[in-house]
């Protein structure tokens, strides 16, 4: 990143039992953002065109309605499905056991803010660590995320949580907002074994940068 490029100011949102939110700074940071912390208490989100993963909804989901990027990670995915800003739902590990380890991961779309780096089919590793990681979504929901290609991200190979079609990572319909269990924040560092993490964050700041360097200087 040159001097000459915006450092884009991305939030990161704490919940109660976050414990990635730190990792996601240092990885946002790393990248070439400027990361926010933000309770989820707080009534107000900073003055950011992004958010990374309840006061604090109601302006997260005024955020994704006027198109800002809203990225969920693990117990984020859960928060946005919860929220409605995304659809389905997380559930249980089929194995009813907590999963930790890297996992195969296959791009399906590479036309969003959060993929942009990829190359479609790319084959990713990056870590899980979740309990309930299971993404479900009944035949009709399944259906339109198929036709819609709301499915970004899908496990290769068996899914190690039992969501239904491998699924991943997923957008909503307009694109903007994003949720995964993998914990791309792992794997930016090659010291972790994987740098794969990075494309996705990294297309996350390569986002957030045009947002603000197309936005008009405060006066």
Partial sequence: MSTAEPKPR????????????????????????????????DRELPEVRESERRVVMEPVRALAADGGLVLGICNGFQVLCEAGLL???????????FVCRDVPLTVERTDTPFTARCSKGQRLSI???????CFFAGPELLSELEASGQIVLR?????????????????????NVMGLMPHPEHAVDALTGSTDGALLVGSLV?????VAAAEPAAI
């Fill in 10 to 41: 991305v939030a990161v949102v704490t919940f109660p039992g976050s414990n990635d939110d730190h990792d996601a700074a240092l990885a946002l940071a790393r990248l070439g953002a400027e990361p926010v912390p933000v309770w989820h208490a």
């Fill in 87 to 97: 659809p389905g739902a997380l559930r249980p590990n089929h194995s009813l056991s």
């Fill in 127 to 133: 870590p899980i660590k979740h309990g309930e990681g």
């Fill in 155 to 175: 496990y290769e190979g068996e899914s190690p949580n039992g969501s239904v079609a491998g699924i991943a990572g997923l957008v909503n319909a307009e694109g």
């Fill in 206 to 210: 390569d986002a957030a940068r045009r």
